[in-house]
């Protein structure tokens, strides 16, 4: 795997991670 790949993986995770948290709060 490349180091992109890599990095659009954690930042997808951390993006989708962010989306749920901030769906709770409401």
């Known amino acids: 795997m490349t180091i992109t790949g890599i ?4 930042s997808g ?3 989708t991670f ?3 948290k901030r769906r709770k709060k409401e």
Do not use: P
């Open 7 to 10: 990095f659009l993986i954690i």
């Open 13 to 15: 995770s951390s993006l």
């Open 18 to 20: 962010f989306l749920i």
